[in-house]
């Protein structure tokens, strides 16, 4: 007997035939003789709706309503779920946030997991019965209804499998698993059969889709394995997917596991900045108090000495407030001009077993020469190395680094 955690999202969901179908999914795993508890997002789109009413009501609305109003569409699906299980002859109870408890902090929209207790869960396992619970959603210190903010179900699904316990978290999603990289840039990319969580937080950070980067984190810390597989797999068969655990000896053989790229991207560029001790705290200061995350940094020194160059990427949809910051500060940094450009990307190459193989990061710059592909920076971790090229070549980098660390051709 294993304990499982199962969560499903929004597509998964859209409609009571795909609840049906849910069901099934979780109906195995108890015919197994598993433990089971199921998180659930909201139908598909209903969580948009539900925010665009609040919107509507009034555009400077009062958070803690918000939450009232957006947490329901969660507890609307896993009723409809617990009432099909039920149907199947199949003990289940639906649970909201606030029943389990799933204790938050106070920031409404966008709240932190404190605590989960998860005991009167795990007595209702001992008495068959499975867990059907609203994901996104907790208890505020002030005993209100707060919810966890983008990717809140996968966060919820991560830190109830840690609360409980559980021996793996299944997340089920529209495709069958983590791969190569994009398979619609690139045909031949491949479904990873196993990653580690370091690899899928760097992917999950670094544009992938997949997960979304708090649940990647929180497996990381308390060391819940997690699956990625497909709701729309045959029910009746465990599906095949991709197992996110700690670091396996065996992929020290894989120096490169994946390609990412993300199109969020926008480059800042100052020219002719006086070079003095405490010029990058005038720049990054008052960026990092308007709460503007910047990510690659590129500094050239004049060849006097006197001015420096400082190039640096935030995201594309901070990128008008990060320019007006700096026009603001104009006569502080003392910068000569203010440049700007979004038709950026980032491409990346990911493997924990970069960390013992060297020229990595030649063969990829090599690689991006011969296809006349600049780059106008560079970021590097221990198993990631990341470049900033025009968006024009997005499709011909992936797929040249794709090719040049051979993963068309590896075996997975």
């Known amino acids: 007997m294993s304990r499982i955690v199962m969560k499903f999202g929004g597509t998964s969901v859209a409609d009571v035939d795909r609840i049906r179908n849910v069901a099934a999914h979780v109906a195995r795993e108890v015919k197994a003789g598993n433990e089971v508890a199921v998180v659930v997002s909201a139908m598909a789109g209903e969580t948009n709706r539900l925010v665009a009413l609040c919107r509507e ?22 009723g409809l779920l617990a009432i099909v299980l039920q149907t199947m002859g199949i003990e289940a109870r639906s649970w909201q946030g606030w029943q389990i408890p799933m204790r938050t902090n106070e920031a409404h929209g966008a709240a932190r997991i404190a605590d989960i207790d998860g005991s009167q869960i ?27 903010g983008r990717g809140g179900s996968d966060t919820t699904a991560v830190a109830l499998a840690a609360a409980l316990k559980a021996d793996r978290c299944d997340i089920y ?15 031949s990319a491949r479904r990873l059969p196993q990653i580690s969580h370091e690899e899928m937080l760097e992917m999950a950070s670094l544009g992938a889709k997949v997960l979304h980067v708090r649940s990647v984190e929180l497996a990381m810390l308390y060391e819940v394995p997690l699956m990625v597989c497909s709701s729309f797999a045959d029910p009746a068969v465990t599906p095949p997917g991709t197992l996110i655990t700690g670091e396996n000896i065996d992929m020290e053989a894989e120096t490169v596991t994946s390609i990412a790229y993300s199109r969020d991207e926008a480059q800042v560029t100052l020219r002719d900045v006086p070079d003095a001790p405490g010029v990058a705290h005038r720049v990054f200061g008052p960026l990092a108090d308007a709460n503007i995350n910047v990510d690659m940094i590129v500094q050239n020194i004049s060849d006097d000495g006197s001015t420096t160059d400082i190039t640096f990427t935030v995201p594309q949809s901070e990128f008008d407030r990060a320019m007006a910051t700096l026009e603001e500060q104009r006569e502080t940094i003392r910068f000569a001009k203010l440049l700007g450009d979004t038709d950026v990307v980032k491409v990346s190459v ?18 991006l020469g011969e296809r006349s592909i600049n780059i106008r920076a560079i970021t590097t971790s221990e198993i990631k190395i990341s470049v900033l090229i025009d968006s024009a070549y997005t499709e011909l980098a992936v797929r040249t680094l794709h090719s040049v660390y051979g993963l068309d051709k590896v075996a997975h």
């Open 57 to 78: 009501a009034a555009p400077l609305h009062d958070a803690r309503e918000y939450d009232a109003v957006v947490s329901s569409g969660e507890n609307v699906t896993s």
């Open 122 to 148: 795990i007595e209702r396992f001992g008495r068959g019965q499975v867990a059907v619970i609203a994901g996104f959603q907790g208890l505020s210190p002030l005993n209100r209804i707060s919810t966890l």
């Open 173 to 187: 999603t529209d495709v069958d698993g983590v791969y190569t990289t994009d398979p619609r840039i690139v045909k």
């Open 350 to 367: 990911i493997g924990v077993g970069m960390r013992s193989h060297a020229g990595v990061a030649a063969t990829a710059f090599k690689a």
